[in-house]
């Protein structure tokens, strides 16, 4: 059965702040925005230079002589706006939250959302997207005033807004793998931010964050009270994902898919259907752990085997469907997964994302632990003392222990989060042994760095871990996991929903103390307590995986993926970014003993290109 792509859930439009600037044929130009979304799901709204078309969930409505749009699955925590969102609709409800708190009904809205507030008589304008960043929202800034939409691709399809590729955001993603906000791949337009707002007044634009996770990194209450809170949470997150629809889940088998599947399987009172991918490849299939967790909770459950051929029939589609390049080679089994439950009559696909981020699960949190004890060390022994003599001590590479500890003193004295990239593929060469003189000319090398300092910086906390935590929110969570889940999802014609960043629970989250997420070297030591009469052993156990691909290892042995990736290589050298020896070296080091290892970084390029040639 063929996919049948959703459209991308969200808003767009504009708003003219100027005499005529933005002026366009309103319906053709909000079709043409509306169509990079896949198709309106509402009326056009015009007013005074304004205007606004909603795609997929949510709303949209004149309102007082406002055009308001918002996208997703919002709820209100106020019982009063609450109950007038269920009678007249979500756009009626932000009209009455606007009107009595202006940009501070921020604060009273919840949930997955995007929204729009346009009011053309007074020139202004609110935008933002929810707390989480599972919704997207991308705008452009003029002269002339606001463009905005659910996807970058759609703020270019206005006619004031060029299509203009970013430079520095081709760096950005070689460095990511994705393009990481607030930039997109296009100059001039830039996305929200999780929990971010932008207002415009006339002239006057300010963006700034309405909410912040309130991190309590010592805690008061008990690890046995903790616990039975958290398995009260899971349980109401899961049902207020529920509606009636036919529902799925993703199950890797991992942590926080086989809490989903187990925690669905209660709420719904009968065998979830859940849903794996496996892979003929050594070290890359996790399916028995998936296994392992459907016999435990006795889920319906399917598992599909990919092969090399499925990535080279996946690969165009998958460049296709992103409105900017994406490079984790894991979206191809979150399509396949989803295509599969929706040929199975699947509607909703349950995901399991967020939970390491939020207590505490990702193996670098513990190896950073090892290196902070460095920091311990007063500040002149280090210097004076141990880095001169484990630094320039002569022959210490040719020593084992001598070697161990010099490479430690050289993580550990970067301070964070610098070092949390410090195995990243555009540090472990100079960058102009990799890029082109022009290219590098016109970037900015240390802008990766400068947005990983600003999320973790931004951290409500003391706690290294939190901060850690905190800065995977912005940058693995919203800037790449959802927006793989997301798109894939929409691709393989199913939507997606995550209990696990229910607003209860991840504030519930910044409650547990560090001591208790991280115990020494555990991982989600709390989390796995807390659960551990409800998950299986095998869960338990596990190490994190989750859904890999072996793309390295298929390029070496089927013959048409590894002709689609070096003809992505050679069509990428005429591009002048990066230098035709680093191509080279690539393809040298895949074909010698490093095939997974440098397979990452071939898939990454290929990717853009595929994009590149899709989209200009």
Sequence with gaps: MDSETLPIDGLCGWLDSSAGTLSADVNDTLEHMAGRLGAASSQPLQKDGAGLQQVGNGASAHVDGLLIGVGGRPYWRDARLQALAEQQGHAAAIAAAYDQHGRGL??????????????????????AIDRLGTQPLCYWRGKGGLVFGASAAAVTAHPAVART???????????????????????GINKLLPGQFLALEGDKVETGFYWQLEYQDHAATSQQDLAAELQQLLREAMRRHLDGRKVGAFLSGGLDSSTTAGILTEVLGRPA???????????????????????????????LYLTPEDVVEAIPKIAAAYDEPFGNASAVPAYFCAKYAKADGIEVMIAGDGGDELFGGNARYAKQQVFEHYWRIPAPLRSALIEPLVLKLPGADAVMPLRKLKSYVEQARVPLPDRLESYNFLHREALDTIFTPDFLAAIDTQEPLAICREAYQRTHSHSILNKMMHL????????NDLRKVNRMCQLGGVEVRY??????????????????????????????????????PETLDKSKHGFGLPFGLWMREYAPLHDMALDSLQAFRQRGYVRDSYIDELRRQHDSEHASYYGVMIWVIMMLEQWLQTHE
């Design 499 to 536: 209990p696990l960043l229910d607003e209860a629970l991840v504030e519930f989250s910044a409650r547990v103390p560090v001591d208790l997420k991280l115990k020494g070297q555990e991982l989600r030591w709390f989390f796995k307590q807390a659960l551990k009469d409800f998950l299986a």
């Design 472 to 479: 995977d929110l912005k940058n693995t969570l919203a800037d």
């Design 165 to 187: 590729l970013d430079r520095q955001s081709i760096f950005d993603y070689l460095y990511f793998h994705m393009v990481p906000s607030p930039r997109t791949i296009y100059e």
């Design 273 to 303: 259907k859940t849903y794996s991918i496996g892979f003929d490849a050594e070290g890359y299939d996790e399916t028995e752990f998936a296994r392992a967790t459907a016999r435990h909770f006795g889920t319906d459950h399917q598992a």
């Design 106 to 127: 921020l604060e009273q809205i919840h949930g997955p959302f995007s929204l729009a507030v346009l009011d053309p008589q007074r020139r202004r304008a609110l935008l």
